[in-house]
């Protein structure tokens, strides 16, 4: 086999279809930072920007509590973990970060995987055997979805997905499953598209009527939803009520990397013993569970950093409607202004990127076709100058596209 670039079927096929992508406007280009996420950002050709596309909600991966501790324990731990945590051992600041964890989103006990994908693709293919059911939200995140697809490969359990949000579908299939030992409901708490929450108490009732588990995956809602960031749960006063919660540590919990699956002793217990994704891959570097811890001790301690975030994100959805743009309608950071075809978005984040705002297009297949959107990310860390000078970028370019 060639390795020359076009030269076998496979590159030939991926060079064309690059070129396609390139064609059609919806090639991704990579913007290279070089300083830390914060409200705005070195990059590189451009200068500073403020960034308004960032997961780094409450501001904490440049917190300097959260990179001290990342250090001392690169100086205490070292740089790697050696093996997979059950052959050469497991460390402290492990057990340290998945009890904060669990203590952070009320459950018994959590376990740490190296992302929230893993999380989601270890849970419902480690528990769930041929005899049960996992039904999924149809507008959940990518890795629910590929999450449920392996469980079904790996269990043969049934799969089903119901309408975005849809109770009544929800219930339907619910009642068709009555054969089913153990039927499992999974959806995101915000849904990352579109900025939205999923009706929790409605759907924990279904669950409760159906004796379903309910999980939920929070990773735009830890350290986001809620009067302390405790994730969905505790936006709709039901700390402690939901079955099963997978999240991440990239996003608002200083943003490096990895995930978690918070629940109960057993079903942590259980995946510590038999996913795949924990008996054959290695855990979290230490210094990224040092700085995850670091950052839920700083989120414990600092509730006043999610009411900045909420008031951020109310300020800059209340201007941009004033302004003559009309951003999905919600009560999260996420603020999505619908474009319509991707190349459009696309050439609209261009547009903005020129007035000194990085703020990414989103197109098919990442949302479906003809809705393509700027999603912008509002966080704790930008002034309301940060808010405002990126508002008057959205004007200027808004006016040229005559969407205002
Ligand atoms: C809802 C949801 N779940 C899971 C993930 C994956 O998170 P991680 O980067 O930790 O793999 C994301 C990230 O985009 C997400 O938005």
Not at 106 to 113: I, M, P, V, W
Not at 327 to 356: H, N, Q, Y
């Amino acid at each position: 086999m060639s390795t020359t670039t076009g030269q076998n079927p496979l590159e030939t096929r991926l060079v064309a279809a690059l070129e396609d992508f390139r064609q059609q406007g919806v090639y991704k280009r990579l913007n290279h930072l070089d300083s830390p996420q914060a409200a705005r950002v070195r990059m590189e050709g451009r200068g500073e920007v403020i960034i308004l596309s960032s997961n780094n909600y409450l501001g904490l991966s440049n917190e300097p509590a959260v990179v001290e501790a990342g250090k001392r324990s690169l100086e205490r731990y070292g740089a790697g973990t050696g093996s997979v945590r059950f052959i050469c051992g497991t460390f402290t600041v492990h057990r340290e970060l998945e009890r904060a964890l669990a203590r952070l989103v009320g459950t018994e006990s959590s376990l740490s995987f190296v992302s929230a994908w893993n999380a989601n693709e270890a849970l419902p293919a480690t528990v769930l055997t041929e005899d049960d059911l996992v039904l999924s939200d149809q507008l959940n995140h990518a890795s629910i979805i590929d999450g449920v697809r392996l469980a079904k490969s790996i269990t043969k359990c049934q799969t089903g997905v119901y309408k975005h949000g849809d109770l009544d579908d929800l219930r339907a299939k619910l009642a068709a499953a009555s054969d089913r030992r153990v039927k499992m409901v999974i959806t995101d708490g915000v849904f990352s598209m579109e900025g939205s929450i999923a009706p929790l108490p409605a759907l924990k009732q279904l669950c409760r009527e159906h004796d379903a588990v309910l999980v939920v995956d929070d990773s735009h809602a830890t350290g986001v939803l809620g009067p302390t960031g405790r994730g969905t749960a505790e936006h709709f006063g039901m700390l402690g009520e939901i079955d099963v919660i997978t999240s991440t540590l990239g996003k608002a919990l200083g943003g490096a990397a990895g995930g978690f699956v918070a629940a109960s002793e057993a079903l942590c217990d259980y995946l510590t013993q038999r996913a795949r994704p924990q008996l054959f891959s290695n855990a979290l570097p230490p210094t990224v569970a040092a700085s995850a811890l670091a950052s839920v001790e700083f989120l414990e301690a600092h509730p006043e950093r999610v009411t900045t975030l909420r008031d951020n994100a109310n300020y800059f959805r209340d201007r941009l409607q004033a302004l003559g743009f009309k951003p999905l309608a919600g009560e999260t950071p996420i603020v999505p202004v619908i474009i319509g075809e991707t190349a459009d978005a696309i050439r609209m984040s261009d547009m903005l990127l020129d007035e000194g705002v990085f703020v990414t297009g989103f197109g098919f297949p990442v949302v479906p076709q003809g809705t393509a959107r700027v999603r912008c990310q509002v966080s704790a860390a930008h002034t309301r100058a940060d808010l405002d000078e990126a508002l008057a970028a959205f004007a200027k370019v808004g006016r040229k596209l005559g969407l205002i």
